[in-house]
């Protein structure tokens, strides 16, 4: 508690320099484009309408609410890789500030997470839209939809912290990541059901973080249940292992970042 205190008052103390990331992330992404913020509601669109018309031949057919099933994955993973790519180099974008003013480092971090909670709030508005479209009875279960989110919020930040730090000292990390992101969204089951896959088989998607979260968004949408004690567990074991680690690398190495910018 005294640690989350802490953070929480050293965000405080700089806040008109938080606001001022967060808005200089948005200038930068949508810099000299036409459609500005819009592309943060079409980008998703395209994305669906492709992965629609090429998968729902091979996968659609035997899977109920097809088109939303495939959206609730791409919609969590999409929002994973983005707070997670665009935080890994938010450290060496800003070399120039924190080299030169003594502020905490992981504000840049958290400016890039802002940025990309907001992108998939935006999202998934358009996500409950084409619930809506597709005859799903929104209940009272989607509020528990808030679990999830703030998990995988806790665990971007957590994984951006690991990244932000191993990409100032291994540069060649975000050529690595994108390969690793890419195998991670096969094994994701975005596109596809594991239900044909053998009991222990199924077992295995669980060791994947996105996969567990993404699954809480499935059954409580599409399935109108409510996930079991394990997924519940898993949501949160992940999202606090991550920060965790990517916590005590930054207190650690903290001031040795200084040397490698």
């Known amino acids: 508690m005294t640690l989350i205190a802490s953070t929480w008052h050293k965000l405080k103390k700089h806040r008109f320099l938080f606001e001022e990331l967060?808005?200089?992330?948005?200038?930068?992404k949508y810099k000299r484009t036409v459609l500005g913020m819009l592309w943060s509601l079409l980008s998703p669109l395209f994305m669906l309408t492709v992965m629609a018309l090429v998968f729902t031949q091979f996968f659609g057919r035997s899977t109920p609410h097809y088109i939303v099933y495939m959206f609730?994955?791409?919609l969590v993973y999409s929002y994973f890789k983005d707070a997670t790519s665009g935080g890994m180099g938010s450290l060496m974008a800003n070399a120039g500030i924190f080299t030169k003013v003594n502020v905490p480092k992981y504000l840049?971090?958290?400016?890039r997470n802002v940025s990309a909670l907001i992108n998939f709030a935006l999202t998934l508005v358009i996500f409950f839209l084409f619930v809506a479209i597709d005859g799903i009875a929104f209940t009272w279960k989607f509020f528990l939809l808030l679990y999830p989110i703030v998990c995988l919020v806790i665990f971007n930040i957590g994984v951006g912290l690991i990244l932000s730090a191993m990409f100032v000292v291994f540069r060649d990390i975000q050529y690595l990541y994108d390969i690793f992101t890419l195998a991670l969204m096969y094994f994701s089951a975005i596109f596809y059901t594991i239900d044909s896959y053998a009991k222990n088989f199924q077992n295995l998607f669980y060791l994947n973080p996105v996969f567990v979260y993404i699954t809480y968004f499935r059954r409580i949408v599409i399935e109108g249940?409510?996930?079991?004690?394990?997924?519940?567990?898993?949501?949160?074991?992940?999202?606090?292992?991550?920060l965790l680690i990517g916590g005590f690398i930054y207190r650690k190495y903290n001031y040795r970042f200084l040397y490698y910018v």
Do not use: T, W
Not at 108 to 111: E, I, Q, T, W
């Open 22 to 28: 967060v808005k200089r992330d948005f200038q930068k």
């Open 225 to 242: 249940s409510i996930p079991g004690i394990y997924v519940h567990g898993l949501c949160a074991l992940y999202a606090l292992v991550a």
């Open 72 to 74: 609730a994955g791409n």
């Open 108 to 111: 840049f971090l958290l400016s």
